[in-house]
């Protein structure tokens, strides 16, 4: 019984081409998760096609609430949906025979939409290359030897991936918090056919350091042995395997989160909210820049 893991998150998503879009409770948030289910049953309709019979949807963003990304009345019953801290976590790997990943967005120092990678805020560099969240899960695939599918998202996303991962298109980047999606019915099919091709290896990363570079310099690293700021702005995060090393960085988000946060001192459904969300996705990378 073929085992399909589908990573789901929400500004590649057609049609969430707002900032408010992402967020938890808002009417443009309403109308994102039903396109993004719609898009994860086109996805799974595919794949059912070419053998695939279990569907596990690892939901990814966070949208500052705990209600789901998704419709999950609507979603098809084949698919188990997980809801957990670490989006990527080993376990959902296990059992899994290839991975897909829908509505995703480039990395934190591209010029995309609302461009970061494992937090908002964040950008991560190995060897000159900014990251995406895909890369990540990329290196996550190699090391599990879970072969690949295809990846939907913004232009800067699919232009960013490696040679030969598959990439569907969903809309054009005006600027860090605008974005114009492509014609509907041409990216329904194209996720179609997407899913009706098979999976291959997945691209890892190059071995060394990770450098994550923060859009504030107002935090703190503790005394760790993978862990060494390396200037205001910047973080080094070491690790013997791609999963030591994810997991570091998971680590490094968390003690730079108060950072970021100071961007943002309200809440979803705040007045304001949205506009400081907005600032900080526009804001510019100082140690990218420099």
Avoid at 17 to 35: F, K, M, N, P, S
Avoid at 51 to 70: A, K, Q, Y
Avoid at 204 to 209: C, E, H
Wanted: aromatic share 6%; glycine share 8%; hydrophobic share 45%.
């Amino acid at each position: 019984m073929p085992r399909a893991l589908i990573v789901i998150d929400l500004e590649g998503v057609h049609g969430a081409d707002r900032v408010e879009a992402l967020i938890g409770g808002a009417a443009a948030w309403e109308r994102a998760r039903l396109r993004a289910t719609h898009e994860l049953n086109l996805a799974i309709a595919g794949l059912s096609r070419q053998g695939f019979t279990e569907f596990v949807v690892s939901d990814s963003h966070r949208n500052g609430t705990e209600e789901p990304n998704l419709v999950l009345d609507a979603v098809d019953p084949r698919a188990r949906y997980e809801l957990r801290d670490d989006a990527f976590a080993p376990a959902l790997f296990w059992k899994a025979d290839a991975v897909a990943a829908l509505g995703m967005h480039a990395g934190g120092g591209m010029p995309g939409y609302v461009s970061h990678a494992l937090d908002v805020g964040l950008a991560w560099e190995l060897g000159g290359r900014c990251l995406s969240e895909t890369d990540f899960l990329l290196d996550l695939c190699a090391q599990a030897a879970v072969p690949f599918l295809f990846v939907s998202g913004d232009e800067a996303l699919t232009r960013s991936l490696p040679p030969r991962v598959r990439g569907v298109t969903t809309k054009r980047v005006i600027s860090a918090v605008r974005a114009s999606s492509l014609p509907l019915e041409a990216v329904e099919q194209a996720l179609v056919e997407a899913a009706l091709r098979p999976a291959a290896p997945a691209t890892p990363l190059p071995q060394g350091p990770l450098r994550l570079h923060v859009k504030s310099k107002a935090f703190d690293v503790p005394e760790l042995p993978f862990l060494t700021r390396e200037a205001a702005h910047v973080v080094r995060v070491e690790g013997s395997t791609p999963r030591e090393r994810y997991a570091n960085a998971l680590v490094a988000v968390d003690c730079v989160a108060s950072a970021t946060e100071a961007f943002v001192e309200s809440e979803p459904g705040d007045d304001g909210f949205v506009e400081a969300v907005e600032r900080l996705l526009a804001a510019p990378w100082p140690s990218l820049s420099a």
